[in-house]
Structures are given as structure tokens and as C-alpha cells.
């Protein structure tokens, strides 16, 4: 079975400085994407980025960046320039393309505060 | 921009009572899921749903739970004889299906259940 792991509880960025929250997963699959939503307080689940596992690119959408690792079943996600609006909730997802259901499987999240 | 709507937002049973959540997917998604996410823990897969049937569910998914979409639009999640343990955020998604190009997840705002 697929498992995704966020092995920081908490990670604390100055405004204006950059954030590396960390994922991990395990998977046999060769074929999934992989996401990074927010949950801010009002626990909406907002998209930040997704990768495409056949792709070698790292995505990229503004200030917020991954690092994927395929080999080594990494999928970190950088943020620049940190904002306060960007403290939340920060969860990794799997998504697998072989069983035909496309679920999502979540990390325990990471929740990120940004210092004024 | 389409995006998924659930009513209500905030739903309070006393425990034993059925409780019906409402979801209203994407117009012409194909995929539709329910996730449940006990408060300060992570977002789980409860059950996937396709072709006007349950393609996945999960372990959580037992037989007090059910979904159906009963006139095209709405997706309903119905807990027959509600827990304490069941008091949790219930997200709905929807996802399109095809073209399966970023496998993305369309979350709805969420529907707070609190079991007394």
C-alpha cells in the first residue's frame, strides 16, 4: 500500500525568508502525481502544486517550487519569500494512476508559521 | 470558476441519529470522492464513487456509511446511526476524469459534523 510521510510537525519561516517542508512516499507504482495543498484556518483545501511522476521537470508556480526526487521518493516543497498570508496547514498527497480511483492518500500535514 | 459546493457547512446530531451531507460536484466531473478529516489530524479517503457506483472505499467505510447521487448533481453522504468518533470535517471532491492530464482533485469548503 501506498503511504505518504511529513516528518515535520511544525516548521517556522521569517517573512521574506524560504521554507523547505518535507514528503516522502512509498510507492510500487511507476505512474502518479503528486500535490502540496494549504489548509488555512477555514480548513479549505487549496491546491499549491502538483508533479506529474514521468515528468524530470520540477514544478514551479511563483514563489512556491518542488524538489522531486524520484529515485529517491522525495517530494519537498520549497517556498520563497514567505508571506504571512502563507501560514497553514501544508499537506503532501498521492495520487495513483493504477488502481482506476485516483484517491488521494494524505501525509499527517505540516503546519507552517511565518514571523513578522 | 466551477467549484464544489457542500451544504451544510456546520452540522450538529446527537449520537445515534442518521446525518445526510450534501455535495455538489463539478458539472461533468467524472470522479467523486468523500475524505474525512478528524480535527488536528490528517485528510483520509472514505469512498471513491464512479459510474453511479463505489469503485473504492476504505476501511473506515463501514456499513453505518453510505453515498449515492441520486439525481445527476447531487452526491450525498449518509451516516445511518452516528458516533462520537464520527464527529469530523467531511470534504467532498470531484475530479474530471478525462483528460486524465493532472489527475487534480476539485475540493469542496467542508462540512463540520459534530456528534453530541
Known amino acids: 500500500a501506498q503511504t505518504v510521510t511529513q516528518s515535520q510537525p511544525e516548521m517556522s519561516v521569517q517573512e521574506a525568508e524560504t521554507v523547505t517542508l518535507s514528503c516522502t512516499y512509498d510507492?510500487?507504482?511507476?505512474?502518479?502525481?503528486l500535490f502540496w495543498y494549504k489548509q488555512p484556518p477555514s480548513r479549505q483545501m487549496i491546491l499549491v502544486i502538483r508533479?506529474?511522476?514521468?515528468?524530470?521537470q520540477n514544478a514551479t508556480e511563483n514563489r512556491f517550487s518542488v524538489n522531486f526526487q524520484k529515485a529517491a521518493k522525495s517530494f519537498s516543497l520549497k517556498i520563497s519569500d514567505s508571506q504571512l498570508g502563507d501560514a497553514a496547514m501544508y499537506f503532501c498527497?498521492?495520487?495513483?494512476?493504477?488502481?482506476?480511483?485516483?484517491?488521494?492518500?494524505f501525509g499527517t500535514g505540516t503546519r507552517l508559521k511565518v514571523l513578522a | 470558476e466551477p467549484e464544489v459546493t457542500q451544504t451544510p457547512s456546520h452540522q450538529v446530531t446527537q449520537m445515534g441519529q442518521e446525518v445526510i451531507l450534501r455535495c455538489v460536484p463539478i458539472?461533468?466531473?467524472?470522479?467523486f470522492y468523500w475524505y474525512r478529516q478528524i480535527l488536528g489530524q490528517k485528510v483520509e479517503f472514505l469512498v471513491s464513487?464512479?459510474?453511479?457506483?463505489?469503485?473504492?472505499k476504505s476501511e473506515i467505510f463501514d456499513d453505518q456509511f453510505s453515498v449515492e447521487r441520486p439525481d445527476g448533481s447531487n452526491f450525498t453522504l449518509k451516516i445511518r446511526s452516528t458516533k462520537l468518533e464520527d464527529s469530523a470535517m467531511y470534504f467532498c471532491?470531484?475530479?474530471?476524469?478525462?483528460?486524465?492530464?493532472?489527475?487534480?482533485?476539485?475540493f469542496g469548503p467542508g462540512t463540520r459534523l459534530t456528534v453530541l
Open positions: 498527497a498521492y495520487s495513483g494512476r493504477t488502481s482506476g480511483t485516483y484517491k488521494y492518500i
Open positions: 510507492t510500487s507504482e511507476s505512474d502518479y502525481y
Open positions: 458539472s461533468n466531473h467524472l470522479y
Open positions: 508533479q506529474e511522476a514521468y515528468k524530470q
Open positions: 464513487f464512479y459510474n453511479n457506483e463505489i469503485s473504492e
Open positions: 471532491a470531484s475530479l474530471a476524469g478525462t483528460p486524465l492530464i493532472y489527475n487534480e482533485q476539485f
